[in-house]
């Protein structure tokens, strides 16, 4: 059944008006407790006190306050594995992320997801996904159920660009536009998918025109503006509760390299230059600035808070303990499955045979 024969969902939350004040402000505290808490994050790496890989929102900030303040409760989010700033903005406590990284058990995860694998049910944060595009068709899934259950929720499904390559990406937008489904697919832009430019990858470099295939409503916003984007998704987000899916790029920077270990050797001088130049933290700062809603004390305020919370979360995450390797196969499958595996490294595929007795040797003999 098309989406066109479908009854429209009422919505719950119709595009608002710009940004208030307060609401400026919170994005700026948001923005820079995201800066300072994946800065201490990188130190982490550093020390070996994270293991496997980190990819961090550094220059992103601004398109994860956005996207994040405009969701209900209720919505699910799914992401990849460039996470961290997402389930802050959603609102889990930095100590049960930091925790996380750091594999231990007070993690939000309990320790077994780590950097790219995180999830909260309570949140309704659906985890991040490290197969590039994995987390697409099982957002769009998601999406289907809502329908099917005549629900109000929505799902906003985060991706970087280079997903976009990606057959699942297209096979997706296409279901979910012939059945209307309450989705919104986020593609933050930051010009590299790795180290390839977007240019050299896509032939259609502008990617929210991808949407035009499905007949899809989609936009192209400035990721540097909280507000922006915020506004943005708000109207993608009325759209999809109204069962009309909607693409939505954000076009950010990306500060540093792809993970914590990546130098960007293939990056130009004055390429990062620009980078650094784009902080969308210190753009959105001056413009405040200019409004008098900040001012440079509460900027240093702001600053300090941030850092002691990025340091209380390091220090709760290094007194966690390990989880205990009897937990390995907790949430294997949500539910018991027959001949699930349960077997740890070293153990024996089958069980050793009986050894003969001592009678049975002397017989043999």
Request: a negative charge; glycine letters at 8%.
């Amino acid at each position: 059944m098309s989406a066109k024969a479908r009854a429209p969902r009422t919505s719950t939350r119709p595009p608002s008006p710009p940004s208030s004040d307060e609401l400026s402000q919170e994005f700026y505290r948001r923005m820079v407790m995201i800066r300072r808490f994946e800065e201490r994050a990188a130190r982490a790496y550093a020390e070996a006190k994270v293991g496997g890989y980190c990819h961090l929102n550094l220059g992103e900030e601004a398109t994860v306050v956005g996207v994040m303040g405009a969701l209900d409760d209720s919505d699910y989010v799914y992401t990849n594995y460039r996470e961290h700033g997402y389930a802050l903005a959603r609102g889990i406590a930095p100590e049960r992320i930091m925790a996380e990284l750091y594999g231990r058990s007070d993690g939000v995860s309990k320790g077994w997801g780590g950097s790219m694998h995180m999830f909260d049910i309570a949140s309704r944060f659906m985890g991040g996904y490290g197969i590039v595009g994995g987390q697409v068709p099982l957002a769009t899934g998601t999406a289907l159920a809502i329908e099917y259950r005549a629900g109000t929720e929505a799902v906003v499904c985060l991706m970087g660009d280079g997903t976009t390559n990606i057959g699942a990406f297209h096979e997706s937008l296409n279901i979910a536009a012939l059945w209307g489904l309450p989705i919104v697919y986020v593609v933050n832009n930051n010009g590299l998918g790795m180290g390839t430019t977007v240019e050299q990858s896509s032939a259609e470099p502008e990617l929210y025109k991808r949407a035009a295939s499905y007949r899809m409503p989609s936009a192209r916003v400035d990721g540097n503006d909280p507000a922006a984007v915020h506004a943005a998704m708000r109207v993608a987000l009325s759209s999809a509760r109204a069962g009309v899916p909607y693409l939505l790029e954000t076009m950010t920077g990306r500060m540093k390299g792809h993970s914590v270990v990546d130098p960007a050797r293939y990056r130009s001088a004055d390429d990062t230059a620009r980078a650094q130049a784009g902080d969308p933290i210190a753009a959105f700062a001056t413009r405040l600035l200019e409004r008098d809603l900040l001012t440079d004390d509460m900027i240093a305020e702001i600053d300090r808070e941030a850092i002691a919370r990025a340091s209380a979360a390091a220090a709760f995450a290094e007194a966690s303990p390990h989880p205990d390797v009897s937990t390995l196969f907790d949430y294997t499958y949500a539910t018991a499955v027959p001949n699930d595996s349960r077997r740890l490294p070293g153990d024996a595929l089958f069980p050793a045979p009986p050894r003969p007795s001592a009678a049975h040797t002397e017989v043999m003999a």
